[in-house]
């Protein structure tokens, strides 16, 4: 039995119905063989033969903090803690889709942001261009930039999402191969998706920012239940038919 555990949203419940399996939320009972958490850490204790993403995994993700201090730890590129000088960005422990986000020039914007919840403060990274990279089974799925599309909406807000009139374009394979700081960032996620322990996610890296003393990028987040385009989509459901494919002997027949 395939099972897919998940928070509720459009794309999982696609997934499920793509790849014909189980689609649970919040878990189910029992043993189970084959189980691709997205996003969850519900039903921890199963017993389970093979599972995509497992629980540690997904904790260790979604604590952007301790995220973020794995990474530096290891010498990963990333957002460098608050140092005392302004502007910073203020971050509630768990937050999605531009939620909990508090840009701050001041003392003042660090008291409020703290008593909305803010309670780690990093540095502000000038961004000119943000990317998001798909990685699965130590590749990478796709590589997208993000790109302003509304242009009656302000280009120069700190959170770059589809409210503000963002989307993403997917980059072709010879335009991150042929660029030397894409090629960096791509194999940093690979390493930093090897040092959580994740077999897929989906990585938020901001880049070629304003302040030319910082560095090319930073690994902003890890996602571990993205929105998926509908060619991201097409991309995941391969890799999850790879990955429970079932094996063969030698002679051919599957097992």
Request: aromatic fraction near 12%.
């Amino acid at each position: 039995m395939n099972l897919l555990i998940t928070r509720p949203s459009k794309t999982s419940r696609e997934i499920a119905r793509q790849l014909g399996i189980t689609y649970s939320i919040g878990g189910t009972n029992g043993r189970i063989e084959n189980l691709i958490r997205w996003g969850t850490t519900a039903n921890r204790n199963m017993r389970i033969d093979k599972q995509i993403n497992t629980v540690e995994a997904i904790v260790k993700a979604s604590n952007k903090a301790e995220f973020r201090n794995l990474l530096r730890e290891h010498n990963i590129p990333t957002i460098n803690e608050f140092n005392g000088r302004f502007p910073c960005v203020g971050r509630t422990a768990h937050h999605e889709r531009g939620k909990g986000f508090f840009y701050c020039e001041n003392d003042r914007d660090v008291r409020r942001a703290r008593e909305r919840g803010a309670i780690y403060f990093s540095d502000y990274y000038p961004k000119t261009k943000e990317y998001r990279i798909h990685v699965a089974g130590g590749k990478v799925l796709l590589f997208s930039e993000k790109l302003h599309t509304e242009p009656y909406r302000s280009s120069q807000t700190h959170v770059w999402n589809r409210r503000n009139g963002y989307t993403f374009r997917h980059l072709y394979r010879s335009d991150w191969l042929e660029n030397d700081v894409l090629m960096d960032m791509q194999r940093s996620c690979k390493d930093a998706m090897e040092l959580i322990g994740l077999d897929f996610g989906a990585f938020d890296v901001l880049a070629y920012p304003t302040t030319h003393s910082l560095p090319p990028f930073a690994i902003c987040e890890l996602n571990t239940a993205p929105s998926l385009s509908p060619l991201a989509l097409e991309k995941y459901i391969a890799y999850f038919k790879e990955a429970f494919e079932e094996e063969v002997e030698e002679d051919g027949e599957y097992i």
